[in-house]
């Protein structure tokens, strides 16, 4: 099956730090991959969408200047949290789609100190 | 716009019940339907789908229908196990590359 990967699977940073989140399809090509934001025991919100080449598409309410998304290979995305902030700690998880499906990578739990 | 609607949780069940969480939506068209599980710390898998009305869905003893003149897909599982217990969010979407769009999920607890 279509197996997508995100790395760090968990990570702890200085308030004003930078972080880098990676999405990686492991065994297909995703054109188009999400981010999504998931606050403790609440729903998935859609942060961006990400297509390969171009410049994401934010959902309202989104900083794209704080949440930079870079989608340079059909394999990989990455979200930047710039100068980080407690309130930006969450759950963040991206998906990869293909043939009318999405796949998820196993989340990424960012903790700002 | 689309929207998708679950129960509000948590439900609570002892082992071996009859689980049913309610999942209706609202969309133009005929989208796709799914059920996600998420399990503690964990991202989302996806449990079960269908593409078309009447179409049922199954997995690990799970099933679903889409209801098309209900707008519905329910999950259901005819016996629960303790490690039934997770966060199951329903979802649609309409083609490929649009996005998803989450009900609020609901929480299963089971006891043994």
């Known amino acids: 099956g279509a197996v997508v990967s995100q790395h760090p699977s968990w990570v702890i940073c200085k308030s004003g730090t930078s972080v880098k989140i990676e999405c990686r399809s492991l065994?297909?090509?995703?054109?188009?991959m999400f981010w999504y934001r998931q606050f403790p025991k609440q729903s998935l919100m859609l942060m961006a969408t990400?297509?390969?080449?171009?410049?994401?598409?934010?959902e309202q309410g989104v900083e794209k200047d704080k949440f930079l998304i870079n989608h340079a290979s059909l394999t990989l995305s990455t979200l930047t949290v710039t100068s980080a902030h407690p309130e930006d700690s969450s759950f963040y998880i991206c998906?990869?789609?293909?043939?009318?499906?999405?796949?998820f990578g196993p989340g990424t739990r960012l903790t700002v100190l | 716009g689309n929207s998708v609607t679950q129960m509000e949780g948590p439900v609570t069940l002892s082992e071996e019940a009859f689980l049913t969480i309610n999942c209706t939506y609202t969309?133009?068209?005929?989208?796709?339907l799914f059920w996600y599980v998420q399990y503690p710390g964990e991202g989302l898998q996806l449990l079960l789908k269908?593409?078309?009305?009447?179409d049922k869905g199954s997995n690990k003893g799970f099933e679903a229908t889409y209801r098309k003149e209900t707008t519905s897909f329910h999950l259901e599982k005819g016996s629960v196990q303790v490690s039934d217990s997770a966060v199951y969010f329903c979802?649609?979407?309409?083609?490929?590359?649009?996005?998803?769009?989450f009900g609020g999920g609901t929480r299963l607890m089971v006891k043994p």
């Open positions: 998906s990869a789609s293909v043939h009318n499906e999405q796949f």
């Open positions: 065994d297909f090509q995703a054109t188009t």
């Open positions: 990400s297509n390969e080449g171009s410049k994401a598409t934010y």
């Open positions: 969309a133009t068209g005929y989208p796709s």
């Open positions: 269908a593409t078309k009305a009447d």
């Open positions: 979802a649609l979407i309409y083609n490929a590359g649009n996005m998803l769009t």
